[in-house]
């Protein structure tokens, strides 16, 4: 079975441009998650999908981030503007059912972006 | 708010057990995991334990979890190079409904 795919898995870009992320989760994979991780810190969530609905986006800096995931399956991620202070890893993880963080998260390499 | 806490690092000989601690504040979590994170990946789920249980283990890989004192540890067997990562720990199933995670554990494994 594949895992989660992301790409692109690197990314440089300046600030100011756009920048856009992309998720395959596990097959059959009802929610989605995307998570934000900076260097030496632990993943953070940044938005939850059930299916094509966003169901936790409270943590997702609307001015300047949007996401989406048509057909409830892949998803994308976008910023923009790209600013200095987004360089992290960018991670995507998917589970089998909605339960919240009681079902197993199953996460993808990531995609490093740094801004400059 | 919630908020999951590690060791940074740690550091140990080739064939020595490693045990890494981790504590936690959301007394309603339901689940507590452990992830490893090698360099330039994904996070690998390692192992999980539901909150009523106290003790897990599968094969080198022993769970500890002391609910009443929020404490959960790894236990690592015959550590092997191999096993040189962060581990997380994360809390689940608490009032944020979300994976809480700590900063992570870099263990070192020296041959």
């Known amino acids: 079975e594949a895992g989660v795919v992301q790409s692109p898995r690197y990314k440089i870009i300046e600030k100011k441009q756009p920048v856009a992320f992309w998720c395959n989760p596990i097959s059959g994979h009802n929610t989605l998650y995307w998570y934000l991780q900076n260097l030496g810190q632990g993943p953070e969530l940044l938005i939850r999908?059930?299916?094509?609905?966003?169901?936790?986006d409270s943590q997702l800096p609307k001015d300047r981030f949007s996401a989406e995931r048509l057909k409830g399956v892949d998803s994308t991620l976008k910023i923009q503007p790209a600013e200095l202070g987004d360089s992290a890893v960018y991670l995507c993880a998917s589970s089998p059912r909605f339960g919240g963080s009681t079902d197993t998260q199953y996460f993808g390499p990531g995609t490093r972006l740094t801004v400059l | 708010g919630e908020d999951v806490e590690q060791s940074l690092f740690l550091s140990v000989r080739e064939g020595d057990s490693s045990v890494i601690n981790c504590t936690y504040t959301?007394?309603?979590?339901?689940?507590l995991y452990w992830y490893k994170q090698e360099p330039g990946a994904g996070l690998q789920l390692l192992t999980y334990i539901f909150s009523n249980m106290d003790m897990k283990q599968d094969q080198r890989l022993t769970v500890l979890l002391n609910k009443k004192d929020k404490h959960l540890s790894l236990r690592i067997a015959d550590t092997q190079t191999g096993d040189s990562a962060i581990y997380f720990c994360a809390e689940g199933g608490g009032s944020q409904g979300n994976l809480i995670f700590g900063k992570g554990t870099k263990l070192s494994v020296k041959p």
């Open positions: 959301d007394s309603s979590s339901t689940y």
């Open positions: 999908y059930e299916n094509e609905e966003a169901v936790d």
